[in-house]
């Protein structure tokens, strides 16, 4: 009776390691196959999809990215914009693409915007996407006609106060432009009214043209304007002073707290291969070291900021939380 539970003993203990081994190799095989597709990848052509017109800040970041990255992986990459529903558009269709890293979507500040006020959506704004890498950020400015009586952050805020709901700012509904107005009002305790405007160079327009008070708005937009002197600029958004606008105040300066930066970044459909991912990471990171892409960034009024993937999905989940945590304070529905 020993001599058996003994050979039993030993046949288990020889089969465990013969189910160790097992699992080992396979292990090993998965890993091997891994570096196999991330060294092979690409073996064609890339595409990052962009969902606003070609010109626009986005559309130039894109073609930088097309420009640039040919070189660091051996194949094209071509943009194709496909404009429409603030961007929803292009990012439906990535979402839908094939999870092989061949189709990128060029993500911006505006996607978590649009996810915290639209009620429906064509996609999971979280769960469709799989982050690559953040390529910048930058803030926005807070400006007021050159010859306003506002001097400083404190002095409109009192006026505000003094007027509540006789003042106003405009922008595209349900953009960042908006919801960052929304956020000055709820940590301020200010009632600025919003006016919705189409975007482009109307807030501008009718801010020089006097019929609005003030502007929350992208630093490249409204450098040219600071620099020539037709509009001052009060403060910016981030948390620190811009490097585009160092002599400019952070809002947080007489708001604590106060953070507003947008973001651009590179995902793709949720799935991709996570070779494929780091190999994307890694390229992208090379990119943003460059002298000329780091200028870029700093002339469109913000900074080039890589970052891992579960960076980049965290910056996205606290902003789309953050969004809609200002339009309950601010009684805003969602559309």
């Avoid at 986005?58 to 529903?85: C, F, H, T, W, Y």
């Amino acid at each position: 009776m020993m001599t058996f539970t003994v050979g039993n003993m030993m046949m288990n203990s020889f089969l465990r390691r013969c189910v160790w081994w097992l699992a080992m190799v396979a292990a090993l095989g998965v890993s091997l196959a891994a570096q196999a597709a991330g060294d092979e990848y690409p073996t064609k052509p890339i595409r990052i999809v962009v969902g606003f017109p070609p010109g626009g800040n986005a559309d130039l970041v894109a073609r930088l990215l097309s420009q640039k990255m040919p070189e660091m992986l051996g194949q094209p990459v071509i943009v194709e914009n496909k404009p429409g529903a603030g961007g929803a558009i292009a990012s439906s269709f990535v979402a839908k693409a094939a999870p092989d890293g061949y189709t990128l979507l060029l993500l911006l500040g505006a996607f978590t915007a649009q996810a915290a006020m639209q009620k429906t959506l064509p996609f999971d704004p979280v769960g469709d996407f799989g982050c690559i890498s953040l390529l910048g950020t930058y803030p926005f400015v807070v400006g007021v006609k050159a010859d306003s009586p506002y001097k400083t952050v404190g002095d409109l805020i009192a006026q505000a106060k003094r007027n509540p709901g006789k003042m106003n700012f405009p922008g595209p509904l349900g953009t960042l432009y908006h919801l960052t107005g929304e956020m000055f009002n709820s940590m301020a305790g200010t009632d600025i009214v919003f006016i919705p405007y189409k975007g482009g160079s109307d807030a501008i327009t009718e801010l020089l043209g006097g019929r609005m008070d003030v502007i929350f708005e992208a630093v490249a937009t409204a450098q040219p304007h600071i620099q020539s002197g037709t509009i001052r600029a009060l403060a910016v958004t981030s948390r620190d002073p811009a490097r585009s606008l160092p002599n400019v105040p952070p809002v947080a300066a007489t708001i604590p707290g106060f953070d507003v930066t947008s973001f651009v970044g590179i995902a793709g459909p949720a799935g991709m291969p996570p070779a494929v991912v780091d190999r994307l990471n890694r390229e992208i990171r090379r990119f943003l070291r460059l002298p000329e892409i780091q200028q870029r960034f700093l002339e469109w009024g913000g900074q080039a900021v890589p970052s891992t993937p579960a960076e980049m999905r965290s910056r996205v989940e606290t902003e789309i939380q953050k969004w809609k945590e200002v339009m309950k304070a601010r009684n805003i529905a969602a559309q």
